[in-house]
């Protein structure tokens, strides 16, 4: 149980163009979702937290004109790179907070998209 | 404000052998979850070991245990037997229960390589 997917797994789009990576828990109901921003031999960055039917809550210094996110279900959150750039290329991985079956408020990770602008 | 410190940026160890990676972190709350997290080449996080602050027994999982040290602040995890497969970034994490953001701190990461 507990499992997070993200399409696509890797993506290469031209500078100007927009790009939607979706994160989705598979068999449970997940009312926040996060996502993360992790560069080369680095840490995760969370870049927001998305919950279920409400706005999502942006960390400091993150755009949140740039990088839309959605989550209009409780299986379904969407982030949105708007006007990507080459600086936007990174590793982007969502995960799912999950709180039940024996877990407590453990994060569950989907595979991560790989965003190459050129 | 709280923070997770990782002082091993790289550690290695022979396979079968047994390897420990410490993890220091700073908070004033008293009710918080600490967490272990691997990440292999793959990249796909997971979850190795929980272990919640209220509990003094330390958490196991097979061959992983944690020494949890409340007063000291520290979480440190050892791996026995090491295996070629245990060759990861390793993060430490915690999530403090009261900020109700359920937001994750992470460390900066410990790349462990296992050798054959």
């Known amino acids: 149980g507990a499992v997070v997917s993200q399409h696509p797994s890797w993506v290469i789009c031209k500078s100007g163009t927009s790009v939607k990576i979706e994160c989705r828990s598979l068999?449970?109901?997940?009312?926040?979702m996060f996502w993360y921003r992790q560069f080369p031999k680095q840490s995760l960055m969370l870049m927001a937290t998305?919950?279920?039917?409400?706005?999502?809550?942006?960390e400091q210094g993150v755009e949140k004109d740039k990088f839309l996110i959605n989550h209009a279900s409780l299986t379904l959150s969407t982030l949105t790179v708007t006007s990507a750039h080459p600086e936007d290329s990174s590793f982007y991985i969502c995960?799912?907070?999950?709180?039940?079956?024996?877990?407590?408020?453990?994060?569950?990770f989907g595979p991560g998209t790989r965003l190459t602008v050129l | 404000a709280q923070t997770v410190t990782q002082s091993q940026p790289e550690m290695s160890v022979q396979e079968a052998e047994t390897v420990t990676l410490s993890c220091t972190y700073d908070?004033?709350?008293?009710?918080?979850?600490l967490f272990w997290y691997k990440q292999p080449p793959s990249r796909q996080m997971i979850l190795v070991i929980r272990?919640?602050?209220?509990?003094?027994q330390n958490a196991t999982e097979n061959r992983f245990s944690v020494n949890f040290q409340k007063a000291a602040k520290s979480f440190s995890l050892k791996i026995s037997d090491s295996q070629l497969g245990d060759t990861a970034m390793y993060f430490c994490?915690?999530?403090?229960?009261?900020?109700?953001?359920?937001?994750?701190?992470f460390g900066t990461g410990t790349r462990l390589k296992v050798l054959a």
């Open positions: 995960s799912a907070r999950v709180v039940a079956g024996g877990h407590y408020n453990e994060q569950f």
């Open positions: 068999d449970f109901q997940a009312t926040t």
């Open positions: 998305s919950n279920e039917g409400s706005k999502a809550t942006y």
């Open positions: 908070t004033s709350e008293s009710n918080y979850y």
């Open positions: 272990q919640e602050a209220y509990k003094q």
């Open positions: 994490a915690f999530i403090l229960l009261r900020s109700g953001t359920y937001k994750y701190i």
